[in-house]
């Protein structure tokens, strides 16, 4: 068994052939944790986790769905490049889905992301505000819940460990990955006294964080995939993402550990039983 704790089957990219890449996962022995990224993702997360065994859900809003009149984002070609409607955070929205179903394991994807910039400080500034405000609102859904907590950081660190550590979130109750880590060994280190995992996945054919996959504890690693994004090389630069593509991941980890597949893959894959309680 292995899990991939960081899906997105529930995206358009998946809308002609869905079964296929579900039947896939299953018939490959991979669990999959579907996350959400804002109120609409999040609802069909859940929904497709009811439909399918070896699914789970996980609700959230990410930070470039924060409705807001500061500045207009697109996203990457690499990212969809579709442009973000917005939403209003609203909390028992989300907290009701999390309610009527058991397969809702996490809150995620929330957290912070500073790359796209405004040309105003001010504005700039007062995105980031609006960002942190809503993350800690989630981070307090996660508390009330009792979720561990899915989070995305783009030039944010700092911000994120204030807020996780800070006494507004009560981060001695948070319990969480930090998705796509590409810090660096002293980043890593303070999550990792925060009791966080870090989530890895195929953005190490892209990013140098050899350092931080040797040094981690094994047992404080996550694998996951952020399909369709972040396909692994060995499928080719073209190629959508989807689950079962994990075990480049796992094989990675194994070559810069110096230990086998089957070691990383049952080390993360009880990690994750642990966290996620699946």
């Known amino acids: 068994m292995i899990i991939d704790t960081h899906s997105h089957l529930n995206f358009k990219a998946y809308d002609k052939d869905r079964e296929e890449v579900i039947r896939r996962t299953q018939k490959e022995g991979v669990i999959c944790i579907d996350v959400g990224t804002k109120y609409e993702t999040s609802k069909n997360a859940v929904e497709l986790a009811e439909k399918n065994e070896g699914i789970y859900a996980a609700i959230g809003m990410h930070p470039i769905h924060i409705k807001t009149d500061l500045m207009k984002l697109r ?13 209003d955070f609203n909390k028992e929205r989300y907290k009701k889905l999390a309610l009527n179903s058991r397969k ?71 319990r969480g990955v930090i998705h796509c880590f590409t810090g660096n060994w002293g980043e890593a280190q303070k999550y990792l006294d925060l009791g ?76 994750a039983k642990k966290l996620f309680k699946i």
């Open 75 to 87: 996203m990457d070609e690499e990212e969809g490049a579709f442009t973000p409607l917005g939403e």
């Open 104 to 174: 809702v394991v996490a809150i995620g994807e929330i957290g912070l992301d500073y790359y796209y910039r405004s040309k105003s400080k001010t504005k700039q500034e007062q995105f980031k505000e609006n960002q942190k405000k809503v993350f800690i609102e989630q981070l307090e859904m996660a508390k009330e819940l009792d979720l561990p907590v899915i989070i995305h950081c783009r030039m944010a660190h700092q911000d994120v460990l204030s807020a996780l550590g800070g006494p507004a979130s009560g981060g001695e109750n948070l």
């Open 196 to 271: 966080f995992y870090l989530g890895i996945n195929g953005i190490i054919f892209k990013f140098d964080i050899d350092e931080v996959i040797r040094r981690a504890p094994l047992e404080k690693i996550l694998v996951e995939t952020d399909c369709p994004y972040l396909t692994p090389l060995a499928e080719g630069k073209d190629k959508r993402n989807e689950p079962i593509f994990v075990k480049h991941v796992i094989q990675r980890i194994a070559d810069l550990r110096g230990i086998s597949f089957d070691e990383v893959a049952t080390a993360t894959t009880q990690s």
